[in-house]
């Protein structure tokens, strides 16, 4: 069964660091998400990708977040200078069409932030 | 706002019944909706997706849908332990994003 790929697993960062969470999405798939889920809250949407672009995005995902999709598999999530807050599982998915027959998941990025 | 509601549970059912889990939403716009199952720690998994009226049945789980009561609901029959997991809907108002609610932990007592 096709997987999205996510690493680290687990990434503890200091307060104002830069952190890039990686993954892999599956082959085929055209559109590419960053979800989070703070410890005991709901998930809660950051971003969707297609094309090469953002083409969503929430009020949680400002200035201090950004997307890339560097190479040809890799799709990358980067915050800027991490805040405690920051702290949560950050979960990417994929999926083809529009997310019509829902998403994969891959298995997450703890971020912890000291 | 768009919302998804559902029962924090526990929900508990005895191994071998019928375990119900519901969700309210209150965008009607909304077109397409799923359940997904979280185990603790771990990323969602989906189980079923729903688009049109009715019932939709995969093996032991029945996604229901009633969109004039904005109500979604999962049935799960033959409840087995490896079940007990929280329980998420969520909903697709045709953009790409996901709408997820809270969750319900549902507990398989053997």
């Known amino acids: 069964e096709p997987e999205v790929t996510q690493t680290p697993s687990h990434q503890v960062t200091q307060m104002g660091q830069e952190v890039i969470l990686r993954c892999v999405p599956i082959?085929?798939?055209?559109?590419f998400y960053w979800y989070r889920q703070i410890l005991g809250q709901k998930v809660e949407f950051l971003v969707s990708?297609?094309?090469?672009?953002?083409?969503?995005k929430s009020e949680i995902f400002d200035d201090q977040f950004s997307v890339e999709r560097p190479d040809g598999s890799n799709f990358t999530l980067k915050i800027r200078s991490t805040k405690l807050e920051d702290s949560a599982m950050y979960f990417c998915?994929?999926?083809?069409?529009?997310?019509?027959?829902?998403?994969?998941f891959g298995s997450g990025t703890r971020l912890t932030v000291v | 706002q768009k919302e998804v509601e559902q029962n924090s549970g526990p929900l508990s059912v005895p191994e071998g019944a019928i375990a119900s889990l519901n969700c309210t939403y209150s965008?009607?716009?909304?077109?397409?909706f799923f359940w997904y199952r979280q185990y603790s720690g771990k990323s969602p998994e989906l189980i079923m997706s729903?688009?049109?009226?009715g019932d939709k049945e995969d093996g032991r789980f029945t996604a229901q849908l009633n969109k004039a009561s904005q109500y979604v609901s999962l049935l799960i029959r033959d409840s087995q332990p490896s079940d007990s997991a929280t329980y998420l809907c969520?909903?697709?108002?045709?953009?790409?994003?996901?709408?997820f609610g809270s969750g319900t932990r549902l507990q398989v007592q053997p």
């Open positions: 998915a994929s999926s083809d069409l529009q997310g019509n027959y829902g998403y994969t």
């Open positions: 082959s085929n798939h055209l559109y």
């Open positions: 729903i688009y049109s009226n």
């Open positions: 969520a909903q697709n108002t045709g953009r790409r994003a996901l709408t």
């Open positions: 990708f297609y094309n090469n672009e953002i083409s969503e």
């Open positions: 965008d009607r716009g909304s077109q397409s």
